[in-house]
């Protein structure tokens, strides 16, 4: 199957992976975020559907920035695999779209990982990271202008 949009008709396949990353908000709350998520056109949610959602990348188009004008920022707020489900390529066919959908919207795409968690993935994708005010956790990016985006 592969890559697809979620919709909200897939909150049931999806709770379990947004509780298996981690939110400290309970079902109902966060079936309400998941509702606007999907219909606003400023998102996209992607799940990686294998008979089921076995992952997910969420990714936030912040629009027009005042001194940097339209297409300037992005951010991967989400990329998550279901532990079984990691090093088979789910989470490398989820960046890639994640990234194809923002580079058709955003100048920069960044996200911050953990340094030992989820680094290592992003870093054999060939991305670096960059130190931030949380060690713990660098700063990635793509600038797509210089990418040839």
Known sequence: MGVRLVTLDDWDGFW?????????????????????????PRWVALGYDDGGLVGYAAVQDYGTHLRGGARHHGRLHDLYVAPERRGRGVGRALMAAAVEWA?????????????????????????????????????????FRASGG
């Open 16 to 40: 379990p992976l947004v509780r298996g990353f981690g939110t400290a908000f309970p079902e109902g709350e966060s079936r309400e975020f998941f509702a606007e998520l999907v219909v606003d």
């Open 103 to 143: 580079s058709t919207r955003v100048r920069y795409l960044e996200w911050q990982a953990h340094h030992e968690r989820s680094a290592p993935f992003y870093e054999a994708l060939g991305y670096r990271g960059e130190p931030c005010p949380q060690p713990e956790y660098p700063t990635f990016g793509i600038d």
